[in-house]
Nanobody, 125 residues
Framework: QVQLAESGGGLVQAGGSLRLSCAAS????????MGWFRQAPGKEREFVAH????????FYAASVEGRFTISRDNTGKTLYLQMNSLKPEDTAVYYC??????????????????WGQGTQVTVSS
């Protein structure tokens, strides 16, 4: 069972950048498909980005495509989310998540078995 811990959140002005990290506890990190989700106050948790475990294929929500980049360092057991051109509507708690087997819908909260505790990102206008 993998444990996940996010870091890198904070307060940034609109147009700025942040890089989130998600450290995994498992040495078999490369076997996990990984995703980033976010949840704003009063809203449901929503998909942000996904990276597969074998090919490293990436997928993004339309709202972040071209501004955010998901990547992974399997040796360092770390997932990243580079966020550029941030907007106030990107303000949310950001969560990393993982699953290790099966063909699943990568943009669904219910597809992921393991979650981090979240890190707050606040973008001021």
């Amino acid at each position: 069972q993998v444990q996940l811990a996010e870091s890198g959140g904070g307060l940034v002005q609109a147009g700025g950048s942040l890089r989130l990290s998600c450290a995994a506890s498992e040495n078999t990190f490369n076997r996990y498909a990984m995703g980033w989700f976010r949840q704003a106050p009063g809203k449901e948790r929503e998909f942000v980005a996904h990276i597969s475990q074998w090919s490293g294929s990436t997928f993004y929500a339309a709202s972040v495509e071209g501004r955010f980049t998901i990547s992974r360092d399997n040796t360092g057991k770390t997932l990243y989310l580079q966020m550029n051109s941030l907007k106030p509507e990107d303000t949310a708690v950001y969560y990393c998540a993982a699953y290790s087997y099966g063909v699943r819908l990568y943009n669904r909260v219910s597809s992921y078995d393991y979650w981090g505790q979240g890190t707050q990102v606040t973008v001021s206008s």
